[in-house]
């Protein structure tokens, strides 16, 4: 199990009692910052499952690559929201390649 699968799960653990004692208490604040840190937790965990099954996955690749794909989890383990950043941008130049241009 990753970092980050048990950070989402504390982060979301402590979300939900955010969230629970805004409603008992009537802090809509509270209320809507617990909520954002279930959502928060969920987001890392879905992460972590990601780099799980990637690392499983890496272990079936060809000798040569591995070490290249070992750094390459690495560098997304210790820096999530850079990693997501530059998938995000990758993955919108590849959608905006596949447009015409007239």
Avoid at 13 to 39: C, M, R, Y
Avoid at 42 to 61: M, V
Wanted: positive net charge; charged residues 30%.
């Amino acid at each position: 199990m990753s970092e980050q699968r048990i950070e989402g799960a504390v982060t979301g653990v402590n979300g939900k009692i955010k969230s629970g004692l805004g409603q008992l208490t009537g802090d809509t604040k509270l209320q809507l910052e617990g909520k954002f840190e279930e959502v928060k937790g969920k987001a890392l965990d879905t992460y972590g499952r990601a780099i799980d099954k990637l690392e499983s996955l890496s272990d079936r690749a060809p000798a040569d690559l591995r070490e290249p794909v070992r750094t390459g989890l690495d560098f997304a383990r210790r820096k999530p929201l850079l990693t997501t950043g530059i998938l995000a941008a990758i993955a919108f130049l590849i959608a905006g390649s596949g447009r015409r241009r007239h």
